[in-house]
């Protein structure tokens, strides 16, 4: 989707090295998400927003922060990368103004920690 | 916790054929319930939302709901080689939308021409 972009596409990064990875949406939602999609684990929620300045944890939110100080951003932080954090991440953009429930995903982000 | 539960597969179908995928859930609570496909490599894509008992109709697509089973499956009519792809169930939180959907693991689908 075109209105969802996340930054960067690909990284390789060493154990114990913070990282940050950036989704931006054009489409004005208020919600945004982050999962983690790993094999025989699916698709899990690391944090979310519900607007600006307002987020909380999901399901695996050890090891992660977040920040939203505008509508259209949302960052995930990894403080102090490990090994267990190599995934792929996938930001999600839903809620109003739509009014409905469904979740919209941006291109993902490869990211290996090594 | 809630669980969103999927046969992995994979399913194989012939071209032509009735693909059906199923899917069941935990939070009796839930009221939303999502349908996404998923290439390989590739970011998760909408295809269906379904929030009332009964069927609803998109196309080649077809999802059912049963909330007293919690049960919800997705239908393909006239399977077309480009179905082959990973079928993500999803479920909303009763908490009301803003909290994020859980996911099944997904089933693979392959279409055979």
């Known amino acids: 989707d075109a209105g969802i972009t996340q930054s960067p596409r690909h990284k390789v990064t060493e154990t114990g090295t913070p990282v940050t990875l950036r989704c931006h949406q054009t489409e004005n939602h208020r919600y945004m998400y982050w999962y983690r999609q790993d094999p025989g684990h699916g698709l899990r929620l690391i944090h979310y927003s519900y607007g600006v300045k307002d987020t909380d944890k999901g399901e695996v939110s050890d090891g992660y922060s977040v920040s939203r100080s505008k509508t259209e951003d949302f960052l995930l932080t990894l403080e102090s990368a490990t090994s267990s954090q190599t995934s792929v991440y996938f930001c999600a953009i839903g809620g109003p103004p739509s009014g409905s429930y469904e979740q919209y995903f941006g291109p993902g982000t490869r990211l290996t920690v090594t | 916790q809630k669980e969103v539960e999927q046969n992995s597969g994979p399913l194989s179908v012939p071209e032509g054929a009735i693909a059906s995928l199923n899917c069941t859930y935990s939070?009796?609570?839930?009221?939303?319930f999502f349908w996404y496909r998923q290439y390989s490599g590739k970011s998760p894509e909408l295809i269906m939302f379904?929030?009332?008992?009964g069927d609803k109709e998109d196309g080649r697509f077809t999802a059912q709901l049963n909330k007293a089973s919690q049960y919800v499956s997705l239908l393909i009519r006239d399977s077309q080689p480009s179905d082959s792809a990973t079928y993500l169930c999803a479920v909303e939180g009763s908490g009301g939308g803003a909290d994020g959907l859980t996911f099944g693991k997904g089933t693979h689908l392959i279409i055979q021409p």
């Open positions: 379904i929030y009332s008992n």
């Open positions: 939070d009796r609570g839930s009221q939303s």
